[in-house]
């Protein structure tokens, strides 16, 4: 009975240690965003400082480019996502459902397109783009994050679909419904949890991605949130009070999401779906 | 109501066959049972029926119109599943309509044909349930229901009851049954248990590795199997087989089996001397009498069912089995002297099938 009561207190010990583990950083950026300049040197290491201000978010708000780091963002992570589920959804589909012609090789290539680093990528996508005036564009962001995303995306929504009996879309298709009727009335609603957890996933990818958006992207005017932040470090310092606070305003869209969207993923709408 | 006729119907997947050439006529009205072990094609027959695999070969009809190419939806035939696959994020009304909101009948009829069914299945207290919380027996019931709110052409069942307990499963097969005669829709009904099969059906049809072994009424191919796989796929327990060799005498022919014995039959069968032949006996026909009885049989096993017993034997070596309501053979000794009944022996020939009657 203690022996019992000892593992579980170890634990809860052990996921205490991880959440503190895996949250300290966050609390660190939370802590820097309102501790005045004066005292973030002197005070070192304390894990609160002695007085709090919001001077930092007031000044970002007002005097940096960073609304405009932040719309931008949302533009882009936001159309991403829309586009990379819309199109997965429907790629995942298929994959799951239909036996055609060359399956096994789009499936091969799309995992082959997953193997480059990215790094490599960015001479060629930055000349292919040039040309067609897409750098320096959010659309040619939205194009080049859509199309690294989809191959996984769709992977991910093709294991959702796979989840789902195929008897319930025969049902429908016998019950009168076209294939994209059943799709539409009766699979996808199923797959809410899958398209919600595709859109999370794509959204911050989507958000926090800084080598393209670096790379292609030159200027105030087009720039995101990421490559935004590296306006805060000038030659000369860091401030990393101002940074701070736009990282900590920068997380508050992907937490209104998760917010948003976390129904879905916990839920299981399959259930009694089939026997079981 | 319609007539379903297959003629010449198979199916291959590329170069492997998994159904042979089909020919079937449906009566309207008639309930028919595909029965056979899993993998034999059952299934996949009924799926093309409903349009949910393409025909390779062949034609299907229904109502003398050929339907090959038409798509399940128009169709208008209505298909229980064997897990039952309702939709999760409907009500079971919703369920229930959904065929009839999909053709965009008005609010009345749907509430009438969703009331009367619901009430004809017992199913009123759950309208507004989802499926997840109802027993497997009342899904199955919803199941059915949203098969016959829309009066279709005619209904496919696959292994409908199969994940079923025991109790219910006896339940609903008369529930089946007792519908089917009260709308005499015309039904095709998949099952491996050949007891629903004997039980449901107007007609049987067995199958085995894709193809049409047999078809007839229930107690035809009881009574007069056509060949060794019949003879073994239905009944329960299944009949007995002794191999042996045939032996022609002036009128009369005789099976010598492998250890010497011969047992003389009281008529010609059409075989040549010393071909292979093979005798079947069902349990139930097997006799015990100490005095009479021809072969001495040794007890392997006894098995008590409540309405009889069950001997495993072992005649000449060769599992051997005895059906009796005669509750004294529970107790019976380790050797009994068995016969069997002329008139009720079956005879296969050297591929298996049926040779004329005894």
């Known amino acids: 009975m203690t022996g019992r009561l000892l593992l579980t207190i170890a634990h809860r010990l052990a996921i205490l240690a991880y959440i503190v583990f895996a949250l300290f950083p966050l609390f660190w950026l939370l802590k820097v965003s309102v501790t005045p300049n004066d005292l973030l040197y002197s005070e070192g290491v304390r894990l609160w400082p002695s007085h709090a201000t919001l001077d930092h978010y007031r000044f970002v ?27 997965s959804s429907l790629a995942g589909y298929a994959l799951s459902r239909f036996r055609f012609r060359g399956k096994y090789a789009l499936v091969a290539l799309m995992l082959i397109t997953q193997m480059f680093p990215l790094v490599m990528l960015v001479a060629p996508i930055f000349k292919m783009l040039s040309p067609l005036g897409l750098t320096n564009s959010l659309t040619g962001l939205v194009i080049v994050y859509t199309a690294f995303n989809v191959p996984f995306a769709t992977f991910l929504m093709q294991s959702f679909f796979d989840g789902i009996p195929k008897d319930l879309e025969e049902a429908a298709m016998i019950d009168g419904a076209s294939r994209f009727v059943a799709f539409r009335q009766i699979i996808l609603p199923l797959t809410l949890p899958g ?4 859109l999370g996933f794509v959204f911050t990818a989507a958000w926090s991605e800084l080598l393209f958006a670096l790379m292609l992207i030159s200027g105030n005017a087009s720039a995101t949130f990421p490559v935004g932040l590296l306006t805060f470090v000038s030659k000369f310092s860091v401030d990393f009070g101002q940074m701070m606070a736009a990282g900590v305003m920068a997380l508050i869209p992907a937490c209104l999401f998760f917010l948003l969207i976390q129904r879905y993923l916990v839920q299981g709408l399959t259930a009694g779906a089939v026997k079981g | 109501m319609a007539s379903i006729a297959l003629s010449r119907v198979g199916k291959s997947f590329g170069t492997v066959s998994v159904l042979n050439e089909v020919d ?3 009566e309207d009205g008639e309930f028919i049972v595909l029965v056979g072990p ?11 029926i409903a349009g949910l695999e393409e025909i390779t070969t062949g034609t299907l009809t229904i109502d003398g119109e050929r339907v090959n190419e038409r798509r399940p939806k128009d169709r208008d035939i209505a298909m229980v599943f064997q897990s039952y696959a309702l939709y999760p994020h409907m009500s079971v009304a919703d369920n229930m309509s959904y065929s009839l909101r999909l053709r965009r009948r008005s609010k009345e009829i749907i509430a009438q044909a969703v009331s009367a069914a619901s009430a004809k299945l017992g199913l009123d207290p759950y309208l507004e349930r989802r499926p997840k919380a109802l027993s497997g027996g009342q899904r199955q019931r919803v199941a059915m229901g949203r098969a016959i709110v829309r009066k279709p052409k005619a209904f496919l069942f696959d292994e409908p009851l199969s994940n079923l307990d025991a109790r219910l499963r006896e339940q609903m097969r008369a529930e089946i049954k007792r ?3 009260e709308l005499g829709a015309t039904s095709v009904y998949v099952t491996h248990d050949q007891i629903e099969a004997m039980t449901l059906a107007s007609r049987i049809v067995a199958m085995n590795a894709g193809a049409v072994q047999q078809i007839g009424a229930p107690l035809d191919l009881y009574d007069r199997p056509a060949n060794l796989f019949v003879a073994g796929f239905i009944g329960s327990p299944g009949m007995n ?3 042996g060799r045939c032996e022609q005498g002036a009128d009369t022919s005789a099976v010598v089996l492998p250890k010497g014995f011969r047992l003389p039959l009281p008529l010609r069968i059409p075989a040549a001397d010393g071909e292979k032949v093979t005798l079947g006996i069902r349990p139930e026909h097997v006799t015990v009498d100490a005095q009479q009885g021809e072969i001495e049989a040794a007890v392997e096993l006894v098995e008590p069912t409540g309405l009889g017993v069950i001997l495993h034997l072992l005649v000449h070596g060769e599992p051997f089995k005895l059906f ?3 509750r004294a053979l529970i107790r019976s000794g380790a050797r009994l002297r068995i016969g069997l009944p002329r008139e009720r022996l079956h005879l296969f020939d050297q591929a298996g099938n049926r040779m004329a009657a005894l």
Not at chain 1, 61 to 86: D, H, M, Q, R, Y
Not at chain 1, 195 to 198: E, L, M, N, Q
């Open chain 2, 324 to 326: 009796s309501t005669d």
């Open chain 1, 61 to 87: 708000l007002e005097n940096s480019a960073f609304p405009t780091f932040f719309k931008n963002s949302l533009i882009v992570a936001g159309s991403t996502s829309v586009a990379v589920t819309a199109l």
């Open chain 2, 24 to 26: 079937l006529a449906i």
């Open chain 2, 38 to 48: 899993s993998g034999c094609g059952k299934s996949t027959l009924l799926r093309m």
């Open chain 2, 179 to 181: 519908m089917h005669g």
């Open chain 2, 241 to 243: 087989f002794l191999e």
């Open chain 1, 195 to 198: 398209i919600a957890a595709t």
